[in-house]
């Protein structure tokens, strides 16, 4: 049964696209000497070339893992943002284990993505620790933890790993044994994927069909009550976030050992933050994470499309960006209009009664 | 339309964000110089009427006439400035100021630029006398009595010109004696021309001092009747829409083993103020203690140490013999310690999770409902289904979610978890606070049900009738202490109790101590 509130939730979010892309292009139509074909690159052009759709599809990897990682902690009421940090960190540790541990074919780039889940999950832990302890915001802490990992990092790969062959500060080239495949070329699109699969089935499965995802949802909703009813809201606040930490971390694993095959970042990606978009989009809901993400990856890469191909400038192409990801996840927007939908309703079945 | 009347409210619809229907085309009108008693179940919506006219809510339809012009509120100020005030059930003063300070907030006298205490002052005399409420313009509030607050209460909205007042519940936190006290004061307003709209669930009160009565129920308006015409028990037939019982008859208690023992238990504040003081008690299987008191009186802590949701400073708790003192909730509810919780939104369910999966909170783990990794949703789709049958909870169906709930039905689904929960005892905290007459009745009968099938029950309630009613024997917390214990609560006056609630009168050390042993 698909209830009201959902069917509005997903129209309400298909005419917030709508009215995002409207605004898209009435500010190309001010900038743009050519706006119909700038909006057209917009609009379709991720899906002009096989190379461009797998373009596509590989940039939403990553974030399905931090959208992912967002929505469980979000689901647990922790306002945890540290998904930027511990992918990061995620990343470093299976560059690390890929170069240090030489394993066979398939068993290195499992044992690498193990290595990428404890790292993040390490980085999660420590404000879910703080705050179970001593009531520390994870808000904080979290955010200041992605600086400490980042930094970390850093300093993991430019004084140990760093390869001196290489024009710029990456690590050295990691060994095909512990690379996520190309299975669909001339795309770079890798195994990557079936990770981000089995990774949202577990989440979805884990917090509506287990014991622990209960209790976790209880103690998001209302802690008071979870603690009442004597589930042991410490213990969910720091299973929550190595959780969290963990699947972020693969975010980090899967550019690392799916596209570079060395890490070469030197700044934080922003996957992180793109998690919290998601997660907003996809209402926390684990199976509208990979929705949101292809949507916000369509967005990206129309959007890079149209500053390479036109005259429209690249900070503008940011700005209609950010105002469409504002709009869409607006919670408020379209608010009146579904009061009245409501009241409606409610009137109606007052007089069948 | 009609000039008579003072306030006339027409086809009022409101309609909150979640779809429950509060009001449905209400009229509602209210004639000068009367009170006007609105009583209605919870959930009936009176509450949403009044935020109406209060300009508290935006109504989706109807119109709202003040003194035959037609009045558009869009804010309590607007509301005040018309001369329409309102005494919410929940005191809105600030604790840490004077009674005068809050009674002038908004509206200071000043000599210069200074704030001038001494027309200030005499400005609160001067009101106090005038409409005999008396007050103590200097104390600070949250040093006086609830009783004196609530006259601060009133006493603020008369100072900004108000002549229709709202009471909402004012004597659901009041004593008897200050209930008598509050009722000559509201005489005496009637007498100097004020208006008065009395919401309330007591319907000897309605009964008491009111002229005309207006009864809602589902969001409408089903009649307006005089006072002097109809009994309680028509007004009840009226609100629930049949008849109601509300005499309990049960049969003697038969007292077995101790379940719950409490020695010596104190519980102070951070700064040391002690809010429990040397508690003892015991409850045995197949009896109902009650625990009567002014709220605020330390029941709370107690209800939350027995719980395990708080560690008592000093002192020992055994349940069935075992001590289990700084207990988690988790041990405690092993050893079949049920709780109704007094604020049943903050601690007795998760309001956006469905009504089967507030039912299995308590029991999670265990093998009924879960497997080694997955739920089995089947048998908590069952557990939902049986018990909202059993315990009538109004409903779509159990996978509804409970924010859509009426209150009593919210609180039968607290209650339907607990008791189903194979208890020992039952610890009910407040159990039937805001809910309508048909659940207290319900809720009333199962906790006299269970008790008799051998389970202790321990009720709290700052609810006379209800702790008189329902209990076997009787405690009375003032001020943290046990002050007064009566072995039989059926011989029990209310105004005996109300002098111990009020901490007038003791009863001697040593009897007390026979008592509780």
């Known amino acids: 049964m698909i209830s009201r509130e959902l069917i509005f939730e997903i129209g309400r979010t298909l005419i917030a696209i709508l009215l995002a892309l409207l605004l898209g292009f009435v500010i190309i139509l001010l900038v743009s000497e050519e706006p119909f074909e700038a909006f057209g690159h917009f609009v379709t052009g991720p899906l002009t070339t096989t190379r461009r759709i797998g373009n596509w599809i590989e940039a939403t990897i990553p974030p399905i893992f931090t959208g992912l990682a967002v929505s469980i902690a979000f689901q647990a009421g922790q306002f945890n943002i540290g998904a930027e940090g511990q992918l990061f960190f995620g990343g470093v540790v299976a560059t690390i284990v890929a170069l240090s541990f030489p394993l066979p074919m398939y068993v290195h780039v499992l044992v690498a993505l193990l290595g990428a889940m404890v790292g993040g999950a390490v980085a999660g832990a420590i404000p879910g620790f703080m705050k179970a302890k001593w009531g520390a915001n994870e808000l904080v802490s979290s955010l200041m933890l992605n600086y400490v990992f980042y930094r970390l990092g850093l300093y993991l790969i430019n004084h140990h790993f760093r390869d001196p062959a290489a024009g710029a500060m990456v690590s050295y080239r990691l060994p095909e044994t512990s690379w996520l495949q190309w299975f669909w070329l001339p795309t770079r699109v890798h195994w990557g994927l079936w990770v981000a699969l089995a990774a949202i089935a577990f989440c979805y499965l884990f917090v509506y069909r287990t014991r622990w995802g209960y209790a976790l949802r209880m103690t998001g909703l209302n802690k008071d009550f979870a603690a009442y009813a004597g589930i042991s809201v410490t213990a969910v606040i720091i299973y929550s976030q190595v959780i969290s930490g963990a699947i972020a971390g693969l975010a980090g694993a899967a550019d690392v050992l799916g596209l570079y095959r060395r890490f070469q970042w030197q700044m934080l990606p922003g996957y992180g933050f793109d998690g919290i978009i998601i997660a907003i989009l996809a209402r926390n809901h684990p199976l509208g994470v990979p929705i949101a993400a292809l949507f916000l990856a369509y967005i990206r890469s129309g959007a890079s499309i149209m500053s390479r191909m036109t005259d429209v400038s690249a900070e503008m192409v940011a700005i209609i960006q950010g105002i469409m990801i504002l709009l869409v996840t607006a919670q408020a927007f379209l608010s009146k209009w579904r009061h009245r939908a409501v009241v409606k309703e409610a009137t109606k079945h007052e007089v069948n009664a | 339309m009609c000039m008579q009347n003072l306030l006339e409210m027409k086809g009022i619809t409101k309609v909150y964000p979640n779809g429950v229907l509060a009001n449905d085309k209400v009229d509602f009108s209210v004639l000068p110089g009367e009170i006007h008693a609105l009583v ?30 037609r009045l558009q509120v869009s804010s309590p100020l607007h509301a005040i400035s018309s001369g329409i005030g309102m005494v919410h059930q929940h005191f809105m003063l600030a604790p840490s100021l004077t009674v005068t300070e809050n009674l002038v907030l908004g509206a200071e006298p000043r000599k210069g630029l200074a704030f001038d205490w001494n027309t200030a002052i005499k400005t609160v005399e001067d009101l106090s006398k005038r409409y005999n409420l008396h007050v103590d313009p200097r104390a600070r509030v949250r040093d006086i009595p609830i009783g004196m607050r609530q006259k601060v209460e009133i006493l603020k909205a008369l100072l900004r010109g108000a002549e229709l007042l709202v009471l909402d519940e004012p004597t659901a936190v009041l004593t008897p004696q200050e209930t008598e006290e509050l009722f000559v004061a509201l005489g005496e307003l009637k007498r100097q021309g004020h208006t008065m709209i009395f919401i309330s669930h007591k319907l000897n009160e309605v009964r008491q001092i009111t002229d005309r009565v207006t009864v809602m129920r589902g969001g409408r308006l089903i009649g307006v009747r005089n006072t002097s015409e109809v009994t309680e028990a028509d007004i009840s037939r009226l609100m629930v829409g049949r008849d109601v019982i509300l005499k309990i008859t049960k049969s003697p208690p038969t007292p077995g083993k101790k379940v719950l023992e409490v020695k010596d238990l104190s519980y102070f504040t951070t700064e040391g103020k002690p809010i429990l003081k040397d508690v003892s008690f015991n409850v045995r299987a197949g009896e109902i203690l009650g625990i009567a008191g002014v709220e605020g009186n330390g029941q709370s802590e107690l209800v939350e140490i027995l719980t395990g949701l708080r560690m008592p400073h000093a002192g020992l708790i055994s349940i069935s013999g075992q001590e289990m003192t700084s207990a988690s909730p988790r041990q405690m509810r092993e050893l079949g310690v049920a709780h109704i919780p007094e604020d049943r939104l903050l601690h007795g369910v998760a309001a956006d999770a469905s009504i089967e999966e507030n039912l299995i909170a308590d029991r999670i783990q265990e093998s009924d409902y879960t497997g080694k990794i997955f739920l089995k949703s089947k048998a908590i789709a069952e557990n939902g289904q049986n018990l909202v049958g059993e315990f009538n909870v109004v409903a779509r169906s159990a996978k509804t979610p409970v924010k859509m709930l009426s209150g009593g039905n919210i609180q039968k689904v607290v209650v339907a978890r607990e008791f189903s929960s194979s208890p020992s005892i039952v610890i009910a905290n407040q159990p039937t606070r805001g809910v309508d007459v048909g659940a207290i009745e319900f809720i009333h009968k199962k906790l006299v049900e269970i008790c ?3 389970v202790a029950v321990l009720l709290i309630s700052a609810d006379l009738n ?26 029990v006056s209310e105004e005996e109790l109300g002098l111990h609630m009020l901490g007038i009168k003791t009863q001697e050390a040593a009897l007390l101590k026979e008592a509780l042993a």
Do not use: C, H, W
């Open chain 2, 40 to 69: 209605g179940e919870n959930g009936a919506g009176k509450t949403t009427l009044m935020k109406v006219l209060f300009g508290l809510e935006t109504p989706d339809a109807g119109e709202v006439y003040y003194k035959g012009e």
């Open chain 2, 452 to 454: 008799r099938s051998g």
């Open chain 2, 466 to 491: 209800e702790v008189m009613s329902v209990s076997d024997r009787l405690l009375v917390v003032y001020g943290g202490q046990i002050v007064a214990a009566f072995p039989d609560a059926s011989v």
